[in-house]
């Protein structure tokens, strides 16, 4: 397998690296989603953003020529496809390297730079706020906010892999995209403030699981049919936690994050309407919040290996 050459990229100067993100007043850059289907002449095969632009974006787009402009947002990308190299300049500094399953490559905040990829690509984005990577860093006690690093082809298996399955996760149904994805970029920012930042923040270690009583109160949340209900803002407001403490502490009571046991609950919810009603598989999957039927019966072959009509056939 071929091997990652770097020049000039991650020993940057903060100077340099300072002077790079000031290209663009910070109220005149475009979010990460704009810039990108700007430079990459196409639209993404699957994305899930909210109002800030905050989201994940999978794009399968041609070989690139082009420079990517200052944008609002921190851009963390998973390469899943052939291996090829590449090269990124900025200004005088020059990383040449390769793309391959198992590297990522992160665009700071307010970095500009041009890029070379001769052959068509196929990525996973995360597209992350300055503020939520301030948020994580104080809710996770990991000492003071340094700037992220800028990293071409870097290897990061850990965060590489989280990215690529991100896409695959994205279901069509609001609350459970939107809750996913928070987690998502509550967990990379974690994992780039340790990883990919200028100093070496130290998260705090897990504080226990939820008091009984609270742990109820959040379950009976993500039972609701309100999605304003099973938001983690809230959850994690009803549970007197940051987000941050709120996922670790549900995770060690119930041995699932708050996203798969809500994916799970919905799921049990679908079984009991497929097999309990003669409600059509629309129906079904319009009651429960998923945006097609196609969208629903896609979540349900991933979690069952078979199709809503067949496994309702099959339960009946």
């Given at each position: 397998?071929?091997?990652?050459?770097?020049?000039?990229?991650?020993?940057?100067?903060?100077?340099?690296?300072?002077?790079r993100?000031?290209?663009?007043?910070?109220?005149?850059?475009?979010?990460?989603?704009?810039?990108?289907?700007?430079?990459?002449?196409?639209?993404?095969?699957?994305?899930?953003?909210?109002?800030?632009?905050?989201?994940?974006?999978?794009?399968?787009?041609?070989?690139?020529?082009?420079?990517?402009?200052?944008?609002?947002?921190?851009?963390?990308?998973?390469?899943?496809?052939?291996?090829?190299?590449?090269?990124?300049?900025?200004?005088?500094?020059?990383?040449?390297?390769?793309?391959?399953?198992?590297?990522?490559?992160?665009?700071?905040?307010?970095?500009?730079?041009?890029?070379?990829?001769?052959?068509?690509?196929?990525?996973?984005?995360?597209?992350?706020?300055?503020?939520?990577?301030?948020?994580?860093a104080?809710?996770?006690?990991?000492?003071?906010?340094?700037?992220?690093?800028?990293?071409?082809?870097?290897?990061?298996?850990?965060?590489?892999?989280?990215?690529?399955?991100?896409?695959?996760?994205?279901?069509?149904?609001?609350?459970?995209?939107?809750m996913?994805?928070?987690?998502?970029?509550?967990?990379?920012?974690?994992?780039?403030?340790?990883?990919?930042?200028?100093?070496?923040?130290?998260?705090?270690?897990?504080?226990?699981?939820?008091?009984?009583?609270?742990?109820?109160?959040?379950?009976?949340?993500?039972?609701?049919?309100?999605?304003?209900?099973?938001?983690l803002?809230?959850?994690?407001?009803?549970?007197?936690?940051?987000r941050?403490?709120?996922?670790?502490?549900?995770?060690?009571?119930?041995?699932?994050?708050?996203?798969?046991?809500?994916?799970?609950?919905?799921?049990?919810?679908?079984?009991?309407?497929?097999?309990d009603?003669?409600?059509?598989?629309?129906?079904?999957?319009?009651?429960?919040?998923?945006?097609?039927?196609?969208?629903?019966?896609?979540?349900?072959?991933?979690?069952?290996?078979?199709?809503?009509?067949?496994?309702?056939?099959?339960?009946?």
């Amino acid at each position: 397998m071929s091997r990652v050459s770097l020049r000039e990229s991650s020993s940057e100067t903060p100077a340099v690296s300072q002077a790079r993100r000031d290209v663009a007043p910070a109220g005149d850059r475009p979010a990460a989603d704009v810039e990108m289907a700007r430079v990459l002449g196409t639209v993404p095969f699957r994305m899930a953003l909210d109002a800030s632009g905050a989201g994940i974006a999978h794009w399968k787009h041609d070989p690139l020529h082009d420079v990517v402009e200052p944008m609002s947002h921190h851009v963390v990308m998973a390469y899943n496809g052939s291996v090829q190299r590449m090269e990124r300049r900025s200004g005088r500094s020059v990383a040449i390297g390769t793309f391959r399953p198992g590297v990522v490559i992160i665009i700071p905040e307010g970095s500009s730079s041009r890029w070379d990829i001769p052959k068509p690509v196929d990525v996973v984005q995360l597209y992350l706020p300055q503020t939520t990577l301030k948020r994580v860093a104080d809710e996770a006690e990991a000492g003071p906010l340094a700037d992220l690093l800028e990293r071409t082809a870097h290897p990061d298996p850990v965060t590489s892999r989280l990215l690529l399955s991100a896409a695959d996760v994205l279901e069509g149904n609001e609350a459970l995209d939107t809750m996913f994805r928070q987690q998502l970029m509550d967990l990379l920012a974690t994992r780039l403030l340790a990883a990919h930042s200028g100093s070496s923040n130290m998260v705090a270690p897990a504080r226990g699981g939820l008091a009984p009583r609270t742990l109820l109160r959040a379950i009976e949340r993500l039972r609701s049919d309100s999605d304003d209900d099973v938001s983690l803002a809230a959850l994690a407001a009803e549970a007197g936690l940051s987000r941050f403490h709120f996922c670790r502490a549900f995770k060690d009571s119930t041995g699932l994050s708050p996203h798969a046991w809500l994916r799970q609950h919905r799921l049990e919810q679908a079984m009991n309407m497929l097999r309990d009603t003669d409600a059509s598989v629309v129906s079904v999957a319009a009651t429960l919040g998923y945006s097609s039927q196609t969208a629903f019966a896609a979540a349900f072959r991933k979690l069952t290996g078979e199709s809503p009509s067949d496994w309702r056939r099959r339960a009946r």
